[in-house]
């Protein structure tokens, strides 16, 4: 039993362990994933250079150390032609890099036929700290090449696929995997140093340890996969291992109970705490899948509500045409009675279709579909024009209402079309929502940016309803008595609008009945 009692012994053992039982749960857990198979194969090779190793460290004589070392090289062959193959077929790039095989092939056949030859290793002997150790053959140099550079172009294949996927928990899961590779093959690679006569100490050979079971369960469990469970369980299980040394490794026996009672309640509560994080995390991915379904069905509703509004703005459109031909006598004149009625029907269904469309567009907003055909255009002149268009309203409300624009070149580059409805809204509803008083547009601009806002003394935004103001459906607590008319919609969709011009807008209110300020800066490009 004392043959275990040695860092390099029990890390070499341990490896070799856990890579079967690492390849085994891949495997057995779907049998016909391609990458399941390969990484089936690439633990078995890893398993026989692990176990080769250990058996060369234990050897009691060079000529079974010698032995131990073609059965280690005969995995350590495989290690590359397997790994390159695992990854292509976790990747799914096998067709891309089907040559890469048919040319490793023959060099695989190469090296397992001269690993039995001077030519590959030329001896084993004790080399410090190792017992035993193989000593390079002249050929040894090219398979160290070949190692390296399979290694490092699979390597290379995964880290293309990690920058180049858009699916979050797969790249997790790559991630994952490329990590523990890195520590694998530096933990595992460290022992070249002493092959070729370097003698620097595989000191890093427990990391080879861990890669096959942080793999396996990427593989298993890679949609539960998070950064606490890893840390959870690295930490555990280097705990674990640290006491087992010592275990194994202590010579009174009193320790070796007490160190060896420590692992038992430590294992026990490892197994607890990566339990409960799992359970954590389970927890989280079941919510995440809840908001992922709702979202589905938050679009699937936007989609049906879009459709049904489609249909009834046809509706309201077609009605409206006729009240426009009856008003315009393409079917005799009309009797006045008639007429008043005509003109009341031609109004409702205006303002039928532009509230309809009015949801359609916050709907566009919403889902990003809104496209800008942005132009230069006189900033200025388009909102004196809408300025112009919202007078008959103002001397209707009896308010006073001016314009000040500041001095100045006001060329601007975005959707015109776009922008008018901004500024048209939020003259509109300063205009509605004031009673009485006055109404103010302003227009100024600084080196960086232009500066449009609109004053009233109207009825004042309270606490309450500036939670609300600029959200879909967002209208205030008593603002259909102000405006019958209000859908809720207007500033949900100038906020998108103003946003997708890369500008921000805000409301300043002292509170009800105390007028309210819209301003919105637009940065100069």
Do not use: C
Request: no cysteine; hydrophobic share 45%; aromatic share 14%.
């Amino acid at each position: 039993m004392f043959i275990f009692l040695n860092y390099y012994n029990i890390s070499l053992f341990l490896g070799g362990l856990v890579a079967i039982l690492s390849g085994a749960a891949v495997y057995f857990n779907d049998k016909d994933k391609p990458e399941n198979i390969m990484w089936m194969l690439l633990n078995i090779s890893t398993a026989i250079w692990s176990f080769g190793y250990f058996g060369m460290l234990i050897s009691n004589n060079s000529e079974t150390a010698l032995l131990n070392n073609w059965i280690l090289h005969i995995g350590a062959i495989f290690i590359p032609f397997f790994y390159l193959a695992f990854i292509v077929s976790l990747t799914k790039t096998i067709s891309v890099h089907k040559i890469k095989f048919i040319l490793l092939t023959p060099l695989v056949i190469f090296f397992l036929i001269m690993n039995t030859t001077p030519n590959f290793v030329k001896a084993v002997f004790p080399k410090q700290p190792l017992p035993f150790a193989p000593d390079a053959g002249p050929l040894y140099i090219y398979f160290t090449i070949y190692f390296f550079a399979t290694v490092s172009f699979a390597i290379w294949i995964l880290i293309k696929k990690i920058l180049s996927n858009v699916d979050y928990a797969e790249n997790l899961r790559f991630k994952h995997i490329f990590f523990s590779s890195l520590f694998g093959f530096i933990g595992g690679g460290f022992v070249f140093f002493l092959t070729f006569n370097i003698l620097i100490p595989p000191y890093p050979i427990i990391l080879f340890t861990f890669y096959p079971l942080i793999i396996a369960y990427a593989m298993l469990k890679h949609k539960l996969f998070d950064v606490k469970v890893v840390v959870t369980e690295m930490l555990t299980g280097t705990i674990w291992i640290v006491l087992l040394f010592q275990t194994l490794l202590s010579e009174n026996p009193q320790e070796q109970v007490v160190s060896g009672f420590l692992l038992i309640l430590t294992i026990i509560f490892g197994f607890l705490l990566i339990k409960n994080v799992s359970r954590e995390i389970e927890l989280r991915e079941r919510i995440e899948k809840l908001a992922q379904d709702l979202e589905l069905a938050n679009k699937q509703q936007v989609n049906l509500i879009h459709f049904i509004t489609h249909q009834v703005k046809g509706f309201f459109t077609k009605s409206r045409n006729i009240f426009a031909s009856l008003l315009d006598g393409d079917y005799g004149t009309l009797a006045p009675a008639g007429k008043i009625l005509v003109e009341e029907g031609f109004k409702s269904d205006t303002k039928a279709v532009e509230t309809v469309q009015q949801i359609l567009h916050a709907s566009d907003v919403k889902k990003g579909t809104v496209t800008y055909a942005k132009q230069d255009f006189d900033l200025k002149q388009l909102v004196t024009e809408e300025f112009e268009k919202e007078k008959h309203a103002a001397e209707n409300n009896k308010l006073d209402f001016k314009i000040n624009i500041a001095e100045g070149e006001y060329n601007f580059n975005g959707d015109k079309d776009q922008l008018a409805h901004v500024i048209h809204n939020l003259i509109d509803n300063s205009i509605r929502y004031t009673l009485k008083g006055k109404v103010t547009v302003n227009l100024s601009k600084t080196p960086e940016k232009v500066i449009f806002s609109v004053k009233d003394t109207g009825v004042g935004i309270t606490p309450e309803d500036r939670k609300n103001l600029f959200k879909e459906g967002g209208r205030g607590k008593d603002s259909v008595k102000v405006n019958t008319e209000s859908t809720g919609y207007g500033l949900f969709i100038v906020k998108g609008i103003i946003f997708a011009h890369q500008g921000t807008i805000h409301a300043e209110s002292e509170g009800h009945n105390k007028g309210s300020e819209f301003v919105v800066e637009l940065p100069i490009k």
